[in-house]
């Protein structure tokens, strides 16, 4: 903690109770429902989102049009059951309607602002419009992940995202990049109450460059932050050259990653060469902060009093039984302008059972599995990203890997390995583990997918 972080917490304090920026009210509001009994919580969430759906009936003309569809009225949703019964906002349904129909009629266009994403590998970028209320929300979930860390405002830390991340502004990419709100204020925010640097990120391909880390690694030395976060890729490669030349930066205190799912034994070693805890951060542009990692290390604690996630099981449609992997859906309950109701994400995770011993009232969820979109069917059964990052990067020669599966019946593995003997024990692994045909080739690059995150399956 730096000798300033009282005074700037006094600050915030004091502008959420004079000024509309609201996000440290908020965050005490958050910090509270942690301590909630869990029906309390669930209560004031299930009366929450009655609300947003009422309004998103009221005011707009998507949710009309598809709930009228499929027969349901506000008026039949008495319950969390009754709920699942409305039907799953696709990215298509946004991407087939107008502007105007995805947005409240009772929004004053004068005060909103808009997040894009950089577009993913399931299609083109989703623009969502929020006013400040919302921002605000959204800005408390994030401090909230930072403090559950230790971290405090105005201790330093260091940031990297993937290539086309809006916070670089376009420095790294000549394509689309992602566009965030408030581009000056955030700006300001970052360098003097987030002490925040925004380090160069990996470009080209998933083969770290030597010099590129060098130079990180110097930095990092230099700015000795409390915290480092971001693309949780880069955050092992980092680790793995730290560990490989006996390097130690004994300032970092916490590391929270996003962005790319990674293995089990990934995340240890980063834990292990930073000698801190690990915290997964899951959310989106759309969605803002959903989830934070666990302070016992038993998944993520999904922020309740802003969003309602339910795991579904991709086959049946109905809710996924405690542990099982299904689908990721969310209703986004802060956002009056532009409501993303039972929006599905795409991801995979699965909810656990019983309650968490590190005592926090929110519900959790897994860490993502991986995306639907790259899952590969085999022997009867579906493997997830998760599934081949667990296989394939146990052994520690691995530096990369990427799984092609445009053909059906058989999967081909580029892999970028230290030692050549390590191809043909993979090759043999997958094949008894998938039942199916699997050829695994040495390369010498692997390209970064087009936002600059590690691709780990492809079509």
Not at 206 to 217: E, F, T, V
Not at 437 to 444: E, K, Q, S, W
Request: with cysteine; net charge positive.
């Amino acid at each position: 903690m730096t000798w300033y972080s009282p005074a700037l917490e006094t600050l915030y304090s004091l502008a959420g109770k004079m000024t509309p920026y609201t996000a440290w009210s908020i965050l005490e509001k958050i910090k509270k429902g942690a301590t909630m009994s869990p029906d309390e919580l669930a209560q004031i969430q299930w009366q929450r989102l009655s609300s947003c759906i009422n309004f998103a009936y009221e005011n707009v003309k998507l949710y009309r049009d598809l709930w009228s569809r499929s027969g349901i009225h506000p008026k039949d949703i008495k319950d969390r059951n009754d709920f699942s019964k409305l039907p799953v906002l696709t990215r298509a349904e946004i991407a087939a309607r107008p502007p105007e129909d995805l947005m409240s009629r009772s929004a004053d266009a004068r005060g909103l602002v808009s997040v894009c994403s950089s577009g993913t590998t399931t299609g083109k970028p989703l623009r969502v419009f929020l006013d400040n209320a919302c921002y605000n929300h959204q800005y408390a979930n994030l401090l909230y992940g930072y403090y559950l860390m230790g971290w405090r405002l105005g201790t330093p830390m260091m940031t990297v995202r993937n290539f086309a991340h809006g916070d670089y502004r376009g420095a790294y990419c000549d394509g689309d990049f992602s566009h965030e709100p408030f581009e000056a204020v955030r700006s300001l925010v970052y360098r003097f109450v987030h002490r925040k640097q925004l380090l160069p990120p990996l470009q080209g391909s998933m083969r770290p460059d030597i010099a590129h880390m060098a130079s990180i690694h110097s930095r990092i030395k230099a700015y000795a932050p409390y915290l480092l976060e971001g693309n949780a890729y880069f955050w092992y490669q980092f680790a793995r050259y730290l560990l490989e030349r006996g390097e130690r930066l004994p300032s970092v205190r916490a590391v929270e990653i996003d962005e790319v799912t990674l293995s089990s034994g990934q995340k240890e070693l980063i834990s292990q060469c930073f000698n801190c805890p690990v915290y997964d951060c899951y959310g989106s542009h759309e969605l803002g902060v959903v989830a934070h990692g666990c302070s016992a290390g038993r998944g993520n604690h999904i922020l309740s009093l802003s969003h309602y996630v339910e795991i579904i099981d991709t086959k049946s449609g109905r809710k996924a039984p405690p542990d099982a992997i299904g689908s990721v859906i969310i209703t986004d309950i802060s956002n009056s302008v532009m409501p993303l109701i039972r929006y599905e994400t795409g991801d995979l995770a699965s909810m656990p059972a019983g309650s968490c011993p590190c005592g926090n009232s929110y519900p959790r969820m897994s860490s993502i599995a991986g995306r639907a979109i790259n899952c590969v069917p085999a022997a009867g059964k579906t493997c997830t990203e998760q599934f081949f990052l667990e296989h394939i990067f146990r052994f520690e020669e691995v530096v990369a890997f990427q799984i092609d599966k445009s053909r059906p019946e058989a999967i081909t593995v580029q892999l970028i390995s230290r030692t050549p003997g390590v191809r043909e024990m993979i090759e043999t692994g997958l094949k008894q583990s998938l039942g199916m045909p699997v050829t695994v080739l040495l390369v010498d690059a692997i390209a970064l997918d087009r936002p600059g995150k590690a691709r780990w399956v492809r079509a």
